[in-house]
């Protein structure tokens, strides 16, 4: 037996489950980094000064857009509303961080100051893998069956809008520092 099949057909409660799981992980990691650039440490002053000094310009509006992208895209996970769109935030998210920070130090989380790309590459797999499954059957897309489209449509969609996303806002905002 064909395993999608599998899956869906003879547990699609587990399945759900999991998905279900992988949501409020992913979407409660993410809002929190959000809120933490608006209520945490340095606020979103710390954020924009930060931004600014890695070539994210104008700082200020980029600490905004981010925290709030951050809060929508992870709320909408955990509510499983508009999946792809709300995985394809984290990408798009997860893309420009891995440009503007992450990429010059290889791929392991602990090379160098900030880190390689290993930890935003794989929280961008797991958000493109989600927007393409589904939010699953306790969600909201589920029962208002406001996004019912096949799985590679939802993965094209979360993974086009993610990294075209991330590409836009990089193409607009983003200068590499004279000393990098």
């Not at 809120?35 to 931004?51: E, H, M, P, S, V």
């Not at 995985?87 to 992450?102: R, Y």
């Not at 590459?121 to 797991?126: A, E, F, M, N, P």
Request: proline share 3%.
């Amino acid at each position: 037996m064909n395993v999608d099949i599998f899956v869906f057909v003879a547990h699609p409660v587990a399945f759900s489950v999991c998905l279900l799981i992988l949501r409020l992980a992913l979407g409660t990691m993410v809002a929190s980094h959000g809120l933490n650039k608006i209520f945490g440490g340095g606020k979103i002053a710390g954020t924009a000064a930060w931004f600014e000094s890695i070539g994210v310009r104008p700082g200020k509006a980029n600490a905004w857009a981010a925290a709030l992208t951050e809060i929508g895209s992870g709320a909408l996970l955990i509510l499983g509303f508009v999946t792809p769109l709300a995985c394809a935030g984290v990408i798009a998210l997860m893309v420009v961080a891995m440009v503007t920070v992450h990429i010059k130090n290889g791929y392991f989380i602990f090379n160098a100051n900030g880190g390689g790309i290993e930890y935003c590459l794989l929280i961008s797999l797991v958000a493109l893998a989600i927007g393409g499954l589904g939010a699953g059957n306790y969600s909201i897309d589920h029962v208002t069956n406001f996004v019912n489209i096949n799985p590679r449509a939802a993965l094209a969609i979360t993974g086009i809008l993610g990294i075209g996303g991330a590409f836009l806002q990089l193409a607009a905002c983003y200068r590499r520092p004279k000393s990098a």
